[in-house]
């Protein structure tokens, strides 16, 4: 009986020796000490040995499964070493590793998503409407007659259908107060187009944030308090805000809003950021006409509106002089913002 465990145990070994792969090396293990392996049915025996002869043989039996395990995983280790070994194969491990590219966010969406951050707080929720615009939405709708300049061909771009890009996003104000129930308090960044001559602080495609805020009672007040606590918000309480009397079809009275822009080594001077106003009460007529109902009528709500460039406000925040800076994607110019 011992003599054959010890046979068992070298064609054990011998079959272990051999196996040239993980695959084979497991067989090996199935076939001695599998459920139906050699050695486990040799265990199997031990019942038939007279009692005496039982601790004996169980030591030996120990001893020689022991030394198959062992083997198996000593040769395991031996197999998975040469395909360590093998996959890198070739490959110059001493190289310098590759080094990892770190992105960052563009100047222009900082601002937008904190400008967000801060309009939200107050309560406005975001909306949105398309670039591609009908003149209802981007004019008519918004108090703009035909003969308004902002119509003119040279200003607008129009496609043949007679579709426009938008000239800016006081058409998502329309879209909203279409289906919307009052209070309405929206805010609603995107771009806006125009054929604007490019230079320092103009694009023919630019970014603006819209915002409206109609109900009951909303007073010029309301309005200041909020711009000139966002413009705080977003700049700091030193930020010198200033209001111009100005006209917008759509609002009425009408402002425009000046930030001061502090360019290193440059005189300090104001820049146009914002439009804004009390909606025009035409606005609401024409609205409560399209959609059959009086819950804009303006009699008995009132609003404010105001459209804000994000790129003038990127400017103001890092002292950017030109605004071409923002879409000229040079990396020298967009790291120190990631
Ligand atoms: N839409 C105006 C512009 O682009 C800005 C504006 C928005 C003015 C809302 C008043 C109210 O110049």
Redesign the pocket.
């Known amino acids: 009986m011992k003599q054959e465990l010890e046979t068992i145990q070298a064609d054990a070994l011998s079959a272990i020796e051999a196996a040239s792969d993980q695959k084979i090396l497991d067989e090996a293990r199935v076939a001695f000490l599998g459920k139906k392996g050699r050695l486990t049915a040799a265990s199997a025996a031990m019942k038939d040995l007279p009692n005496e002869e039982k601790p004996a043989y169980g030591q030996a039996l120990n001893v020689a499964r022991q030394a198959i395990t062992a083997a198996i995983e000593s040769k395991l280790a031996a197999l998975q070493e040469e395909a360590d070994k093998k996959s890198v194969e070739g490959i110059d491990v001493t190289l310098p590793a590759r080094e990892l590219l770190e992105g960052g966010l563009h100047p222009l969406t900082l601002v937008k998503d904190r400008a967000i951050q801060i309009l939200r707080r107050m309560g406005f929720a975001l909306a949105e409407g398309p670039e591609i615009e009908t003149e209802y939405h981007c004019f008519d709708a918004l108090n703009t007659p035909d003969d308004h300049p902002a119509r003119n061909e040279k200003d607008t771009f129009y496609f043949d259908s007679g579709k426009l890009l938008r000239t800016?996003t006081?058409s998502v104000q329309i879209r909203t107060m279409e289906k919307a129930t009052p209070p309405v308090r929206i805010i609603a960044p995107g771009s806006?187009y125009r054929r604007d001559e490019i230079d320092a602080t103009h694009l023919s495609v630019f970014n603006?944030l819209?915002g409206l805020f109609v109900a009951e009672d909303v007073k010029l007040g309301d309005l200041k308090g909020t711009l000139e606590y966002f413009f705080r918000a977003m700049f700091g309480n030193e930020t010198e805000v200033r209001f111009r009397p100005h006209f917008?079809p759509?609002?009425e009275p009408?402002f425009e809003i000046d930030v001061k822009l502090h360019v290193k080594g440059q005189k300090p001077k104001w820049i146009e950021v914002a439009?804004?106003?009390m909606v025009d009460p035409a606005v609401f007529s024409s609205l409560a006409e399209s959609r059959g109902d009086d819950l804009f009528d303006p009699e008995k709500v009132t609003g404010f509106?105001?459209?804000m460039g994000l790129d003038r406000l990127a400017m103001i925040q890092w002292g950017i002089k030109d605004i071409r800076l923002l879409i000229e994607n040079d990396t020298r110019f967009l790291k120190q913002f990631a």
Request: hydrophobic share 35%; aromatic share 20%; net charge negative.
């Open positions: 800016h006081s806006a603006q819209e917008f759509f609002t009408s439009g804004c106003g509106a105001f459209g």
